[in-house]
């Protein structure tokens, strides 16, 4: 089992930036695991932000976020961030981190290939 925590989600003006973090405890990541980001607005399925593979570091990301959002982990704290700059009312959402533990190939952008899954923090972008 695998837990994962979210934290450092907020209320922030357009244009400003926050730091989101995972933090995993539990069952001891493979090299081959990939942590993802995920976020659902209201009435929006939920939609692939960014992902990163754990050991290696390779790092993936939604076109609507390039540019200015950030993924980077810290092995030893086992931690996965998100940092987001030049957020706009679009950015709007409850953002999920994720972990796939289980599969040898992982598809970054499919909810379904994700194992374990944290409860969520909200970021809102006021206009």
């Known amino acids: 089992q695998v837990q994962l925590v979210e934290s450092g989600g907020g209320l922030v003006q357009a244009g400003g930036s926050l730091r989101l973090s995972c933090a995993a405890s539990g069952r001891v990541f493979s090299s081959s695991a990939m942590m993802g980001w995920f976020r659902q607005a209201p009435g929006k399925e939920r939609e692939f932000v960014s992902a990163?593979?754990?050991?290696?570091?390779?790092?993936y990301y939604a076109d609507s976020v390039k540019g200015r959002f950030t993924i980077s982990r810290d092995n030893a704290k086992n931690t996965v961030y998100l940092q987001m700059n030049s957020l706009t009312p679009e950015d709007t959402a409850v953002y999920y981190c994720?972990?796939?533990?289980?599969?040898?190939?992982?598809?970054?952008?499919?909810?379904?290939?994700?194992?374990?899954w944290g409860q969520g923090t909200q970021v809102t972008v006021s206009s």
């Open positions: 994720a972990v796939a533990v289980s599969r040898r190939t992982v598809v970054v952008g499919r909810p379904g290939d994700y194992d374990y």
């Open positions: 990163i593979r754990w050991s290696a570091g390779s790092t």
